[in-house]
């Protein structure tokens, strides 16, 4: 729920350095607005972010990114993108999903992430989280994903394995409630934990 | 959400540690097919298994799949066959042990507990069928396991019992000579046996136990060894408080796969999930090893001054860890030390540095006890009741599990290595010091009286 009527979907990205989010916080505060969302990421020494923002008073996209731009920019490659939210959520499936892992090592190729992906969007599983990274060759690829749960695991999985076999990756695809049980204190259940 | 760090910790602990549950265990009771017509009694102790525990390989399959875990055995435990007996002779004993031995194989699984006997203040006649049969029956079926409790805090050491079982364990030998005595690795004998355990040879189900539970055993020493190394290799100032720490938070994490595992097994079998076991248990893969924890935690040579120590550190670890990740704790719920099925402590055998009586004194600290031992053929029945005796006083006085497992390999002696295959592994025949010294002792018989801490209320 949004604190104020106009909301906002702001995107910044930056050469990574202190200071970002409180720059953005500011330009938001300055317009007697307020932060109802936000998730940031720094890769390869980028940051990114994404925040869901509403104002009390309607203000142009590009005025409130120009805001948020004078805030931030000083001498940093900065950008950022605004658009009115449209309150999106996630279309809701037919039928529920249940939480899997996929993960795959090997030696990097180009084409790997795009096999992977396309042979989970031809299953209509979303891929709700994902991590990549090349370090001396190896590429270590992680996505937490949501099966439709008319699907049999050990199909899934021998299809992913073989593709593994074709690339050289070891692939596993394993339920995320193993994650959980290690290295959480909340409760797993049979259906994957409450999120 | 899950964070990627947490998602890569488990993936190494899984794939490269070898992360693994040792057992799912499937305990039944079978008191319900007691007849007194053996073929009948025999039938219906088939019709249980089978209706029971038919699907218990293939669900244990398809949720080892889902996370990606392997299950490395799957067994049943039945109540004792001691109960089922009574009234039977020894005919019965192998008839009854064949059709555990058949329908544990139709079912795939590789070991049925529970040729039992409880002896600790006396021999019942169903009791006596179980353990005079044992020769015939270890030596006649592959996957039948069997145990004698012959002692308990509330009632203290049977020495009668302890004195026949010391013959009967070399007859065992003498049945199986041409597996070195291997029949004796299926026989436990015990102090306050756990009523839920889910390890062989000594699983069985307890009076006051549910008609059927899924028990499991984790397995792990591979794992608390990798995360020792890892943490002492990025900190060179580490105290012993430190890796307690460690191998605290590697058992939690450990007993959680076991837990999820277990009840999920239980839950799609259509059974009460039991206990989780929370013990270390070895196998003789390099590095699997709880010899091998103890080096990493500064012990040369195994069996040198402060493995005991050590050991008592390891297991307490554990147990906390394991205590936080289950309310559901049960079984042996401890370090092992089985030597033939430990590398590293096969090793310490075979160089001299581990002996029996540095064993025994580690097992006052830890679970289970004299395990998996090989000792010469030619040892005096009353020696090996003497051990057996020793090691029921360490239980009995400290209100714990105790066990042993001693292999008499027929024509071997000390120093001989034998080699059992698979996850019994292989060892040096351990020399018996004083051998034939205790005759005298263990001829008195009757019973030691249980100690005064029995007397609580």
């Known amino acids: 729920m949004n604190r104020f009527e106009h909301v906002y979907v702001l995107n910044v990205m930056s050469d990574d350095h202190p200071g970002i989010v409180a720059a953005v916080s500011n330009a938001i505060e300055s317009l007697g607005g307020n932060i109802d969302a936000c998730s940031q990421t720094v890769l390869g020494g980028y940051f990114t972010l994404i925040m869901i923002c509403s104002v009390p008073e309607s203000i142009d996209p590009d005025a409130l990114a120009g805001r948020v731009l004078e805030a931030g920019a000083g001498g940093f490659d900065f950008r950022v993108m605004v658009r009115p939210s449209r309150g999106l959520r996630r279309p809701v499936t037919q039928e529920s999903c249940d939480r899997f892992v996929i993960s795959a090592f090997g030696k990097d190729q180009p084409g790997v992430v795009r096999r992977f992906s396309q042979y989970l969007a031809g ?23 949501e099966v439709p749960q008319h699907w049999d695991i050990r199909m899934l999985q021998t299809d992913l394995e073989q593709m593994g076999l074709d690339l050289g990756f070891t692939v596993k695809l394993q339920h995320e409630n193993v994650f959980v049980a290690t290295n959480q204190l909340r409760l797993t259940t049979a259906m994957g934990p409450a999120n | 959400m899950l964070r990627t760090d947490e998602i890569l910790s488990t993936i190494h602990m899984l794939h490269a540690e070898h992360l693994d549950v040792r057992t799912v265990t499937l305990a039944l009771n079978v008191e319900d097919c007691a007849a007194p017509n053996v ?293 042996l719920s401890g370090a092992f030390i089985p030597v033939s099925e430990d590398a590293a402590l096969s090793e310490a055998v075979a160089k001299g540095h581990l002996v029996l009586e540095k064993l025994e004194a580690m097992t006052s600290v830890c679970s289970v006890g004299l395990d998996m031992i090989a000792i010469p053929g030619d040892t005096p029945a009353e020696t090996i009741s003497a051990i057996i005796a020793d090691e029921m006083a360490i239980g009995v006085v400290n209100d714990k599990t105790t066990a042993v497992r001693l292999i008499p390999v027929p024509g071997a002696k000390a120093g001989d290595m034998v080699n059992f295959g698979g996850l019994f592994g292989s060892t040096p025949v351990m020399e018996v010091r004083n051998s034939g010294a205790s005759t005298a002792f263990v001829r008195f018989g009757g019973r030691i009286p249980a100690p005064m801490q029995s007397l609580k209320n």
């Open chain 1, 123 to 145: 299953k209509d599983i979303n891929i709700v989280d994902l991590y990549g990274d090349r370090k001396d060759d190896e590429f270590v690829l992680v996505g937490q994903l």
């Open chain 2, 39 to 331: 073929e009948h009694l025999c039938r219906k102790l088939r019709q249980k298994l089978i209706s029971r525990a038919s699907r218990l390989v293939e669900i244990c399959d398809r949720v080892a799949a889902k996370y990606g875990i392997p299950i490395i055995n799957k067994r049943l435990a039945i109540t004792p066959a001691s109960t089922l007996l009574a009234g039977h002779g020894r005919g019965a004993a192998l008839q009854v042990a064949k059709t555990l031995d058949d329908a544990a194989a139709e079912c795939r699984v590789d070991f049925v507990g529970g040729f039992t006997a409880l002896v600790h203040k006396g021999i019942a006649a169903g009791d006596d069928v179980v353990i005079q049969s044992l020769p015939e029956v270890l030596a006649n079926t592959h996957r039948v396991c069997a145990s004698i409790n012959v002692a308990s805090r509330k009632a203290g050491i049977n020495m009668d019992a302890i004195q026949t079982v010391g013959h009967v364990i070399l007859k065992i030998a003498a049945a199986t000579a041409a597996q070195q005595g291997f029949g004796c690795a299926k026989l436990v004998v015990f102090a306050n046996i756990p009523e839920d355990n889910p390890f062989m040879a000594g699983a069985y189900v307890g009076a006051g136990e549910p008609e059927a539970t899924i028990n499991i055993g984790v397995s792990g020493p591979g794992v608390v060894s990798s995360a020792l190394r890892r943490r002492l290799a990025l900190d060179n100032k580490l105290t012993l408080g430190d890796l307690a720490e460690e191998i605290k938070i590697t058992s939690f994490r450990v007993t959680r796969v076991g837990e999820l595992i277990g009840r999920e097994v239980a839950k799609e079998l259509g059974v009460a999930f039991g206990i989780v076991d929370l013990s270390l248990a070895p196998t003789p893969t390099v590095g699997d090893s709880v010899g091998e924890i103890l080096k990493m935690l500064g012990i040369a040579q195994i069996g040198a001054p402060g493995s005991t120590a050590a050991l008592a550190m390891l297991n307490d670890a554990v147990k906390k860890g394991g205590l936080f990740a289950s309310s559901s704790v049960g079984g």
